[in-house]
């Protein structure tokens, strides 16, 4: 009957909790009512799309005035655009998904409202096969090589 000792109490430790329980909503508000501290951070440039990530021309943006400011696509450009598109039997849509762009930059870029991106630009040249920057614009992209003689 050595056992069954009434005197003695053992204590059963809890395990300690893992991170990701650790970091859920219920563990947070947990320890906020208990008066702990909960320190938040987020990493630097989590989740953010480099393609379209902020650069320095962002607050440049901010500070725009009618005596400073970015250089808008000219309307001829739009035009182009537009025209080769429709030579091509594509919706501004069609078009957006084939240079994996938003609709709305295609917009932009037919309303003359977008700031030049030569990347985006190039993309709309090999879909649309017309030329829109430089002294050959408009004309007939060649599909063989860089599109230079």
Not at 4 to 16: A, C, E, G, I, P
Not at 40 to 67: I, P, V, W
Not at 122 to 147: A, N, P, S
Request: hydrophobic content about 30%; overall charge positive; proline content about 2%.
């Amino acid at each position: 009957m050595a056992e069954s000792d009434w005197d003695s109490v053992t204590y059963l430790k809890k395990r300690t909790p893992r991170a990701a329980e650790m970091r859920s909503k219920q563990a947070i508000a947990s320890a906020q009512r208990h008066g702990q501290g909960v320190e938040t951070t987020e990493k630097f440039f989590a989740g953010g799309n480099k393609q379209h990530s902020a650069n320095k021309d962002t607050a440049k943006l901010d500070r725009e005035t009618e005596e400073l400011h970015h250089e808008r696509v000219a309307l001829d450009v739009g035009k182009l655009i537009q025209q080769g598109r429709l030579g091509k039997k594509l919706t501004q849509k069609e078009l957006a998904t084939k240079i994996n762009e938003k609709p709305n930059v295609i917009i932009e870029y037919e309303q003359g409202k977008a700031i030049p991106n030569n990347q985006i630009l190039g993309k709309i040249e090999r879909v649309i096969g017309i030329k829109l920057r430089g002294k050959d614009k408009g004309k007939t992209f060649e599909q063989g090589g860089k599109g230079k003689k």
